[in-house]
């Protein structure tokens, strides 16, 4: 599987299980899918997350759009697209991202900490 040299019929898991999410990966008409990478604080390294994140984003055709919660991002220096979320409290906040989510059609949002730890 995957060039792995393992078939799948050995793997301890059920790959049927595991169908791929068709909002993330289906082709729209209008180009490729966008996620969403919310940064709640200073990424601690920035050049590790815009090289993974341009990898994934040549081979999976994929745009992410950076939601930076506070103060500057290092992301834009990368040339990514990075939307400043503003508001006077939290709740106010996520109803920003919500509005900039729908504007931007993503299809997910996961939170850069999750993404910084896969080194």
Do not use: C, T
């Amino acid at each position: 599987m995957f060039d792995m040299g393992v078939p799948a019929r050995e793997l301890p898991f059920n790959l049927s299980a595991f169908p791929p999410s068709i909002a993330l990966w289906e082709r729209s008409d209008d180009g490729p899918s966008r996620i969403g990478i919310r940064v709640l604080s200073q990424i601690e390294n920035a050049d590790f997350l815009a090289a993974r994140l341009a990898s994934i984003a040549i081979e999976r055709q994929i745009y992410p759009v950076f939601l930076n919660h506070g103060g500057k991002s290092d992301m834009q220096r990368f040339g990514f697209r990075v939307e400043q979320i503003s508001g006077i409290d939290v709740e106010a906040r996520f109803q920003f991202e919500e509005q900039v989510s729908r504007f931007w059609k993503l299809a997910l949002i996961v939170d850069a900490s999750e993404i910084d730890k896969l080194q």
